[in-house]
């Protein structure tokens, strides 16, 4: 397994503000994603993002409105650009550890309000 | 339809007792069937994985995987309070972009004293 840390934990933010989400393991991993978890909405997988590659998004998110980096590989940021109140969510990152890419590992998330 | 369909519950039962959290799903590529555990404000736990079809037992947990149904299946033996949390159930397919996990909406369970 792998141990993840996120920063912030949790953050009010006023719309129309952009905040940085930090996601920091403790062991060189390959594959990290970022994902929201809206209420009573399962995990939707925001991006991809390996290190030394551009991250892959998915359908519905693009990346002027969630950033990321991916400069090494025990860390990477996730941005929420120009914010709104349909932002809030919980966001979090997770890393593959392992052969396959199914066995992911989460870090304990970050739950962003937007006023 | 989605994809992963699971009750969301909250479902409530007393110390001691069985559980059993259910999701079914339509895609049948669907080859790698994974169970997590959420607690209020933490991130999703890995509880169990289960390739292809079959059970897999681990302490009090059973895994069922039943792929000409598909169905998928967590049994809880000897519940206890500190089951209480969110089982997510999720899923994935071999695909040549990398298997991306499609999970359930989660279950609500409440083990009671």
């Known amino acids: 397994s792998a141990v993840i840390s996120q920063k912030p934990s949790r953050d009010i933010c006023q719309r129309g503000t952009s905040l940085t989400i930090q996601c920091q393991v403790d062991?060189?991993?390959?594959?990290m994603f970022w994902y929201r978890q809206q209420p009573g909405q399962s995990l939707t997988l925001i991006a991809t993002a390996n290190q030394g590659s551009e991250a892959t998004y998915e359908s519905g998110f693009v990346i002027d409105k969630f950033p990321i980096s991916r400069p090494n590989l025990t860390f990477s940021t996730l941005t929420v650009s120009n914010m709104s109140p349909e932002d809030s969510s919980i966001y979090l990152c997770s890393v593959v550890v392992g052969s396959t890419t199914d066995t992911q590992y989460f870090g304990p998330g970050t739950r962003l309000t937007v006023l | 339809q989605k994809e992963v369909e699971q009750d969301p519950g909250p479902l409530s039962v007393p110390e001691g007792a069985i559980v059993s959290l259910n999701c079914t799903y339509s895609n049948s590529a669907f080859q790698y069937f994974m169970w997590y555990r959420q607690y209020s404000r933490k991130g999703p736990e890995l509880l169990m994985y289960t390739y292809s079809s079959g059970n897999k037992e681990d302490g009090r947990f059973t895994a069922q995987v039943d792929k000409s149904s598909k169905y998928i299946s967590l049994f809880i033996r000897d519940s206890q309070p500190s089951d209480s949390a969110t089982y997510l159930c999720?899923?994935?397919?071999?695909?040549?972009?990398?298997?991306?996990?499609?999970f359930g909406t989660g279950t609500q369970l409440k083990v009671e004293l």
């Open positions: 999720a899923m994935s397919a071999v695909t040549g972009g990398g298997n991306k996990l499609t």
């Open positions: 062991s060189q991993v390959t594959m």
